[in-house]
């Protein structure tokens, strides 16, 4: 059967080299939508809700072909059903982002003037704006490959990498093109030449639109001291966001500290995630080393295109068989009576 996978992956995976290049360099990202200008909502419209959003964004991950794995695990879905949370575009902690993360991340503000200019449209206010932040939670079988591999990537994982980064880049783009169609401005940051990732000074390893800090902001979840978000269906999981022009309400309550989640940081014994690590990334008193976490991952790709027949590089090992894997470690939640 292995002469099904695809031969000489450095060349033919196509999806994996675009989508590796694309997020490296900002290159090969689709054509916007056009903003439809004839269409302005009129008094008996329905505006896309809160609700709208969260029912739109479930049911893409619950039917879309795209939530698939390739082969050997064809029909295999990616994604169990996601969470889903907003930001308001005046957030005052998006512009506290220029000083945390770093003066090259985005406001929402600046991603979507981009998008206004080239519509030849007014750029609406911040005020006007919402970042609608969504959590991919990965599936029961592939965590539970990757926490039964103690050096490299599971072939689950890889393939959720990089087919998992596609489709949550596809989801996107289509709700983005729904709104756009309607007459309403969307931008889906990850695909506009901005989306770049590089070594920035002072900051290292770094994208300039961070999903992970709009989906703390969004109150999806706090930073473990491995530096994936821990969510109410844990740390296994991709998180992407979009920009909308409307006014959508947050409905949920962002913890103050950014590591409310974390045994470790909540002075509770734990550092799991420290010996899941092959790389030594993580440690007690200084928390995650991005840059020898990044050798590590960017060193599997090889291995990947050796064994896996893709283009991608991935680890994930310090998400899975620890407490934060799939929940809000008990622990936590006992100490705060839940
Ligand atoms: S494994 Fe433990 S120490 Fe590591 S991030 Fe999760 S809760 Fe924190
Ligand atoms: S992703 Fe892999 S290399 Fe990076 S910190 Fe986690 S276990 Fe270590």
Redesign the pocket.
């Known amino acids: 059967m292995k002469d099904r996978y695809r031969r000489f992956a450095a060349l033919t995976d196509v999806g994996g080299i675009k989508s590796a290049i694309g997020e490296a360099k900002g290159f090969f990202f689709p054509k916007q939508p056009r903003l439809n200008k004839e269409c302005a909502a009129g008094p008996g419209d329905r505006i896309p809700d809160e609700e709208w959003f969260k029912k739109t964004i479930k049911e893409k991950v619950a039917v879309h072909p795209d939530n698939a794995m390739e082969y050997p695990y064809y029909g295999e879905r990616m994604f169990e059903e996601p969470l889903v949370g907003f930001v308001r575009g005046d957030d005052p902690l998006l512009s506290e982002y220029k000083k945390i993360i770093g003066p090259h991340h985005f406001t929402p503000y600046e991603i979507m003037r981009w998008q206004a200019e080239k519509n030849r449209v007014p750029a609406p206010k911040a005020e006007d704006l919402t970042i609608v932040s969504f959590i991919l939670p990965i599936s029961g079988q592939t965590k539970d490959d990757n926490k039964s591999s103690g050096e490299w990537v599971s072939e689950r994982w890889a393939q959720t990498r990089l087919l998992g980064e596609i489709f949550s880049q596809t989801l996107v783009r289509e709700i983005v093109t729904d709104l756009m169609g309607r007459g309403i401005l969307a931008v889906s940051p990850d695909v506009t030449p901005f989306s770049n990732k590089k070594r920035y000074p002072g900051v290292g390893w770094a994208s300039p639109w961070s999903h992970r800090h709009m989906a703390y902001a969004a109150g999806l979840g706090t930073f473990g001291i491995?530096?994936f978000l821990i969510t109410e269906k844990g740390a296994a999981h991709r998180c992407g966001s979009f920009v909308v022009a409307l006014k959508l309400q947050p409905d949920r309550k962002r913890p103050e500290d950014i590591h409310t989640h974390c045994l470790h940081y909540q002075g509770i014994e734990c550092l799991a995630?420290r010996r899941?690590?092959?790389?030594g990334?993580?440690d007690g008193k200084s928390g995650?080393?991005k840059e020898?976490?990044?050798k590590?991952?960017a060193a599997s790709t090889k291995r990947n295109l050796k064994n896996y027949h893709i283009f991608i590089y991935g680890?994930?090992?310090?998400?899975t068989g620890v407490p934060c894997e799939s929940a809000i470690p008990a622990r936590i939640l006992k100490k705060a009576g839940a």
């Open positions: 491995h530096d995630c899941r690590c092959p790389a990334a993580i995650h080393d020898a976490c990044m590590r991952v680890c994930g090992l310090c998400a």
